[in-house]
């Protein structure tokens, strides 16, 4: 089985500097994906970047990039120059690629909030 | 626009009833999917579809129950048999490419309470 863990409840960083949210993940399939949810207290769940596991490249997306260590089975988000609108939720989720549509393990999420 | 609407945004129901939350989406896309969220928790998947007329149970099917019919539609009913019905509820749908899927696109949820 799958699991994904977020050990951070919840996180403050000041405007326009870096964060880093952690993410560690199980499982023993040789193929999956990462990936990265925001959720504004609106409640939509937005998505942000994607890694597969035989990427060999870590993914970017603007001011995202996804820390991956495969060893370490770790998948951080990194925000760079953060602003007032990436308050939010963030989830990590892990997907399986075992033939059927990709079913999605969620983790617990850490609330980021971003300060002046 | 394309994207995933759900309605209504909050639906309140008296316990012992049955309730169907409804999820469109005009993306195109193969699969669709189903999940609950609780406070404080992470999404949990109830049901999913990768093709009309066909669906699988997810970690928590139990008492809730699923169709598709048309490529756009997969509604999904709360069973009075679901002991816990109260909660967010999220639609999600994502394209085939080749043998897997792509990332999963959400619609903004319907907040279900039940008394």
């Known amino acids: 089985a799958q699991k994904i863990t977020q050990t951070q409840p919840g996180m403050f960083v000041q405007e326009k500097e870096a964060v880093t949210l952690d993410c560690t993940y199980d499982?023993?399939?040789?193929?999956?994906?990462l990936f990265w949810y925001k959720q504004p207290s609106s409640g939509e769940m937005i998505f942000l970047i994607y890694?597969?596991?035989?990427?060999?490249q870590n993914a970017t997306e603007g001011r995202y990039s996804l820390n991956f260590q495969k060893a370490r089975k770790s998948a951080n988000l990194v925000i760079s120059a953060s602003q007032l609108g990436d308050s939010a939720m963030y989830f990590c989720a892990m997907s399986d690629y075992t033939g059927t549509a990709s079913k999605l393990t969620f983790g617990t999420g850490t609330r980021l909030q971003v300060t002046l | 626009d394309g994207g995933i609407t759900q309605s209504p945004k909050y639906l309140f129901r008296k316990e012992g009833q049955n309730v169907t939350l409804s999820c469109e989406q005009n993306?195109?896309?193969?699969?669709m999917y189903w999940y609950r969220q609780d406070p404080g928790q992470g999404l949990r998947l109830i049901y999913y579809?990768?093709?009309?007329?066909?669906?699988q149970k997810g970690d928590i099917a139990e008492g809730y129950s699923v169709s598709r019919e048309k490529k756009e539609s997969f509604p999904l009913t709360v069973t009075s048999a679901q002991k816990n019905p109260t909660a967010f509820y999220l639609c999600?749908?994502?394209?085939?490419?080749?043998?897997?899927?792509?990332?999963?696109?959400f619609g903004p949820g319907t907040r279900l309470t039940v008394t």
């Open positions: 499982t023993s399939d040789p193929s999956y994906g």
């Open positions: 890694q597969g596991s035989y990427d060999q």
């Open positions: 999600a749908s994502s394209i085939r490419q080749g043998a897997s899927f792509g990332e999963q696109y």
């Open positions: 993306l195109n896309h193969d699969a």
């Open positions: 579809s990768q093709i009309v007329n066909d669906f």
